[in-house]
């Protein structure tokens, strides 16, 4: 089992930043890479961005630019810096781990105001 929590969600105003955090503990040998996907009301959950064990990165078009994930393989922690918010960027973010199967967070909620 793994778990993981997210943690620095809040209010920004457009233009601004946020940095998300996730921890993950438990059988962290079992993950391949780590994700961060969002949801905003009456849509479906969308992926953001993904690393690898490896440190490999991928993003969304929508976000590619402006957001940057990372990792720190010593604190088991990784990382979702947000520059240069829109109101579109407003959604719960979740973090998951992914091994043979996702392990998701309880999400953390990002406002972004126009």
């Known amino acids: 089992q793994v778990q993981v929590v997210e943690s620095g969600g809040g209010l920004v105003q457009a233009g601004g930043s946020l940095r998300l955090s996730c921890a993950a503990s438990?059988?962290?040998?079992?993950?391949?890479?780590m994700g961060w996907y969002r949801q905003a009301p009456g849509k479906q959950r969308e992926w953001v961005a993904t690393?690898?064990?490896?440190?490999?990165?991928t993003y969304a078009d929508s976000v590619r630019g402006r957001f940057t994930i990372s990792r720190d393989n010593a604190k088991n922690m990784v990382y979702l810096q947000m520059n240069s918010l829109k109101p579109e960027d407003t959604s719960v973010y979740y973090c998951n781990a992914r091994g043979s199967i996702y392990y998701w967070g309880q999400g953390t909620q990002v406002t972004v105001s126009s």
């Open positions: 438990g059988s962290i040998f079992s993950i391949n890479a």
């Open positions: 690393i690898t064990r490896g440190g490999t990165t």
